[in-house]
C-alpha cells in the first residue's frame, strides 16, 4: 500500500512547476505526485513531461485530482482559490494556499471546514519575513502591524488604479502610491495581495493592518519591509526579493517559502514558529 503522501498540483505556471519538480524529484521518500491540473491541459501534460512523469498524471477536472490528493497544493489564481480550498477540505483533502487574497472574506468558513472534516490548511510565509516572530508575538498583543512594500514602477505597469491616479514615467525619485489598510491595499493592488492577506490574517487582521506602497526607480527587487510593535518585542524586517525567472510578478522566494512549508507538512520535527 501507497504510505507517500500523495500531493495533486493545481496550476502549472511559475509556482506550480517549480514545486511540483520539487515533490517529483526531491521528496520520493515521503511523497508523491499524484496528479497536475491546469485550466489550459497543455501546461500540465508539457510540465508532466519536463519533469518526467507519466502524462497519466494530468487530470482534467479539479474533481479528479481531488480523488486522487490527500493534499491539494492550489498554485493557480485569487479567483479560484477559495472554490478549490472549499472542495478539497469538503471532500476530505488538506490544502496549501498559494493564492491568499482568495481566501480573504472566507476565514470562519474555512476553519469551520476544517474541524469538520478534520483537514489541515497551510499557507506559506510567501515573500515576507517576520510572520513567525508576528504569531508569537500575538499572544503577548500586538499594538501595530505596517508593511511598506517598494517596487520598480515598471511593477505597476498593468495596475489599475495607478493608471488611473498617477503619471510614472521618468519618475527621479521615491513614489508613495497608497497608505491605508490591508483590505484597500489587497483591492487596489492584486500585485501585492498575498503579502498582505498573509500578515494580515496571521496578525491583527486586514483591517488593523497597515500598508504603504511606493514606486521606487532606485531599486530592481520586490522590497518588503514590516514593523510590528508589539508588548513582547519591536520587530522590523526587510526581505529583498530576487523575481522568479518564469514569472517577473512573483518573488523567488515565494516558491521557497512553499518548498519548505511541504518540507515542514512531510517533516516529524518542525523548528520555528
Ligand atoms: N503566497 C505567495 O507568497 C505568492 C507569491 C506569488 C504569487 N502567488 C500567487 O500564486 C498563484 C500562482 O502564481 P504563478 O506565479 O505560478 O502564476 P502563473 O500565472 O505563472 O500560473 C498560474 C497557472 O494557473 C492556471 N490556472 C488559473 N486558474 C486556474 C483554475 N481555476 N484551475 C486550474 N488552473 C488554473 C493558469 O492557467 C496558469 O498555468 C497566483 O495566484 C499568485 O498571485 C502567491
Known sequence: MEKRLKIGVVGCGAIGSSLAKEIACNMRDCACLSTLYDIKMDRARDLAGKIGCSPGICVGSLRELIKRSSLVVEASSAMASWGIARKSLSSGSSIMVMSVGGMVGHWDELYKLCLKKKTMAYFPSGAISGVDALKGAKAAGIRSVVLTTRKNPKAFSGVDYVKKHFDLSGIKSDKLL????????????????????????????????????????????????????????????????VLHPQNPKTSFLAVLAAIATLRQILNPVRIGT
Open 178 to 241: 497608497f497608505k491605508g489598510d490591508a483590505a484597500r491595499a489587497v483591492k487596489y493592488f492584486p500585485q501585492n495581495v498575498n503579502v498582505a492577506a498573509i500578515l494580515g490574517l496571521a496578525g491583527i487582521g486586514m483591517h488593523k493592518t497597515q500598508v504603504r506602497i511606493i514606486a521606487s526607480p532606485e531599486v530592481n527587487r520586490n522590497i518588503h519591509e514590516i514593523e510590528i510593535i508589539s508588548d513582547a518585542a519591536k520587530i522590523f524586517t526587510r526581505t529583498e526579493n
